[in-house]
């Protein structure tokens, strides 16, 4: 899958509401004061920030972190894509840590 492809696939899986949640995603979302719908709702703002492939064949499935907006409010979204099933798991949501990232908070910081 390339990385536009894996871009539109997440969304997809998203408004049809094709999600797994994990329970480490749902005990984020709780300690973070976040909910499934700012994860739901925002599939218009969605931006890659990394796309990861199954390889090495280690990895199960392929992963996205997406960036999503809610209200003015930023955060990113770990996706794991089970493209056989047809559907995503959601892995983590955190607001990302502007000590870490660049100040569009779609690249890492250097150390």
């Known amino acids: 899958m390339m ?3 894996a871009l ?3 969304r997809r899986c998203v408004r049809r509401n094709s999600i797994l949640w994990t329970y480490h995603a749902n005990m984020r979302l709780r300690s973070r004061k976040a909910s499934r ?5 925002t599939t218009e703002s969605y931006r ?3 796309y990861r492939d ?3 064949p280690s990895r ?3 992963g996205a972190l997406i960036y999503a907006e809610h209200f003015g409010e930023v955060f990113h979204i770990l996706f794991v894509l089970d493209t056989d099933s047809d559907h995503v798991r959601v892995v983590t949501v955190y ?3 502007r000590g870490r990232w ?3 908070l779609m690249r890492r910081r250097r150390p």
């Open 54 to 56: 199954s390889s090495p």
């Open 37 to 41: 719908i700012q994860v739901t709702a």
């Open 8 to 10: 539109e696939f997440v």
């Open 102 to 104: 660049e100040d569009d």
């Open 95 to 97: 607001r990302p840590d």
């Open 3 to 5: 990385e536009d492809d």
């Open 48 to 50: 890659l920030v990394e």
């Open 60 to 62: 199960y499935l392929p």
